[in-house]
């Protein structure tokens, strides 16, 4: 089963920092595509950072320069380190998983990874006040 457990929001002021974690279980998760995604109020969900199963890295122009993902594979954890925050930067933030898309549809075979995902965590709460 698989599960995605984020934590590391919080409130700070602009400029400020925060590293956002989360927890992955139930699969491997060098196999899998794995993303980060925010939904501020009144707002469509937006993807922000991407690692694919090479690990190359996606960022939205947003924040690109200022966020960086990451994994620890001991630790079985994904990362978010958000610097240069700003106001514009308050929401919830997800971290999501899917397998790649290769020629036979998801599957664990290389493919590419893209901006659909069906795994989700529950989400944490990013505010950043001016």
């Known amino acids: 089963q698989v599960q995605l457990v984020e934590s590391g929001g919080g409130s700070v002021q602009s400029g400020g920092s925060l590293r956002l974690s989360c927890e992955i279980s139930?699969?491997?998760?060098?196999?899998?595509?794995m993303a980060w995604f925010r939904q501020a109020p009144g707002k469509e969900r937006e993807g922000i950072a991407l690692?694919?199963?090479?690990?190359?890295?996606r960022y939205a122009d947003a924040v690109k320069g200022r966020f960086t993902i990451s994994q620890d594979g001991a630790k079985n954890t994904m990362y978010l380190q958000m610097n240069s925050l700003k106001p514009e930067d308050t929401a919830m933030y997800y971290c999501?998983?899917?397998?790649?898309?290769?020629?036979?549809?998801?599957?664990?075979?290389?493919?590419?990874?893209?901006?659909?995902?069906?795994?989700w965590g529950q989400g944490t709460q990013v505010t950043v006040s001016s």
């Open positions: 999501a998983a899917d397998l790649p898309i290769n020629k036979y549809g998801r599957g664990p075979d290389p493919g590419v990874c893209d901006w659909s995902f069906g795994y």
């Open positions: 690692m694919s199963v090479d690990g190359g890295t």
């Open positions: 139930g699969f491997t998760y060098s196999t899998y595509c």
